[in-house]
């Protein structure tokens, strides 16, 4: 029907339900049967029966696994809202109840799960489905991080990028866009009769006129990436140009990732892992890293976590916002709470404090033993590296790892039993905050 004809879809339901379906060995199922007005509504709502049992009208229903909403702009937005909850679901179900009976375990293994139990419903459908409705994407990509913040171990309010950089997990806006770009060669491959192949020969047509469809909303997509992606006709007109896309998605996910690290002051210690010019890929930036398989005591390797994602109770990190008790201090007046000579840094307080409690000061020296035998170019009271390179150069050998999280959680937990300083000028009483 050219358009909306109540009578004319009447006729059709009967003949589906009293001669097409018998004929196929099959029968209509009333309460199964469900109504769906989308775009403008016609002037009566429609009153559709099935053997005199009318079809209820709804605005949102689930069929094959997908829901569809009427009401919304995005027809899938309540699909993204019920896989966010199941994926959420899945997260406690599977990692936190997990984790009631067994105690804690590696992240390594919880990523697994992660991947198993809790990815499948963050891409589900993302072939048919493209994310170009903003918020409903939002809803999938906060169970995302939710799920990486909850294996980690810090907070809400934590640098997302590293997030994935140091899981391995692609992000989700990617990740999306990836499976939908490989399903398109897929049917690029398919022979003409195929009914999908078909529908893509539609919905390139509608994206030649200027109209909406599967194929224009990619292009939509690709552009809304963090770091934009063009779509040209000859991208779509083979197999290779696909997968040239999907090879400039990747690449715009890499620079996004290093433009976000290189940005964020609270990303320090995750710069520099690449020399300048080097051909990077995908998989070269996202990876597990090695602190989070091979420090084996748990709480060393959170607090060597909480230190790479500057979720620790130094100055350099505390005095960056204001509290009830004091203002943001400036990033050279956080000085260190036992000297008071320097920045009280990450650099500072594992490698340089001489004013530190004397254990701390022991633990230092026992690891500066091993690592004048492990490689002499990492002695910090020597070489004239950075101390942020010298951090960066201990998070990545595998031999002083188990080490350095000894005197990572020493060195934050004595800290944390001390205030930290702060400058005049930057308290506030209670009396003048109340």
Sequence with gaps: MEEWDENAMQEKMTYMDGDWCPKNFLEMSVPKTKLMLFGPLPRSVPHLTIRGQPIGLVDSFKYVGMYFQSTHRYIFAEHCKQKAKEAIKALFMSIV?????????????????????????????????????????????????????RILGVSAHSVKAPLYTETGIIPLAYRRI??????????LGLPPVRL??????????????????????????????????????????????????????EESCVEWLRNEIDSNDRALLLRGRFRAGQDITLHDIVKVRPYLTDIAIPSHRRAVIRLVFSEHCLAIEQLRRKDRRRLVVPRDLRLCRFCRAAVEDEPHALLYCTACPQPLRDRRQALLRLVTNVDRKLDWTSTDLDGYDILRRLLRSRVLLPKFGELVYNVLKVFNEFEVYIPDGYYVPDTVMT
Aim: glycine fraction near 6%; aromatic fraction near 6%; charge should be neutral.
């Design 97 to 149: 109840t997990v984790e009631s009976s067994t105690g804690d375990l590696p992240p390594k293994e919880m990523l697994r799960v992660f991947m198993a139990r809790v990815d499948p419903h963050l891409i589900h459908g993302c072939e048919v489905a493209i994310d170009v409705d903003a918020p409903s994407f939002k809803v999938l990509e906060n169970a995302q991080l939710l799920g990486l913040r």
């Design 178 to 187: 990836i499976l939908a770009l490989r399903y398109l060669i897929y049917l």
């Design 196 to 249: 999908a192949g078909a529908a893509l020969r539609d919905s390139i047509a509608l994206l030649r006129s200027e109209k909406p469809g599967w194929m224009s909303d990619i292009k939509l997509r690709l552009q809304q990436l963090p770091v934009p992606v063009s779509l040209q006709w000859s991208d779509i007109e083979t197999v290779e140009g696909v997968g040239a896309v999907v090879k400039r998605v």
